[in-house]
């Protein structure tokens, strides 16, 4: 009768530890469904987080993109006026030379400097021309975007 009971107890610490295992099992799934779904949750934070912060750097890239469509390259109108102010300097001292019959300064020299200064106003027109091309070849994208 004592062996019996001994074997019903041990079966019941069976039963009991086997319980114990599949509660522990349950609590296992539980977490692991928790985990899921929290990471899930994440995904979808950063997802909507980085949605986000391209829409923010999209406007921005496009208010960028205003700017230097309504902006001139001051430095390029700068060398422009400076070098018509001094082609137009030099043609009216020839000029003068010429119709006043006094000599200030040699007329080769007067011409080099014509020749010099028609070249740099040239090169800044050129590249104030390649400004606006690209302004406008910038727009082109935009466009066909």
């Known amino acids: 009768m004592a062996s019996l009971e001994n074997e019903r107890k041990i079966i019941n610490c069976e039963e009991l530890f086997e319980e114990n295992h599949s509660d522990f099992e349950i609590y296992m799934d539980a977490i692991s469904k928790l985990k899921k779904r929290a990471e899930e949750k ?11 912060r391209i829409s923010e750097l999209e406007s921005k890239c496009m208010e960028q993109k205003l700017k230097l469509k309504n902006c001139m390259p001051s430095g390029v109108i700068f060398h422009v006026v400076l070098y018509a102010c001094a082609l137009t300097c030099n043609v009216v001292l020839f000029i003068t030379q010429i119709l006043g019959d006094y000599k200030l300064i040699d007329y080769y ?9 028609s070249g740099l106003l040239h090169t800044s027109i050129a590249s104030l021309k390649k400004w606006k091309k690209f302004i406008s070849m910038d727009e082109e994208e935009q466009r066909n975007e």
């Open 109 to 117: 020299i007067i011409l080099m400097l014509s020749v010099i200064f």
């Open 42 to 52: 994440a995904l979808k934070d950063v997802g909507n987080l980085s949605k986000k």
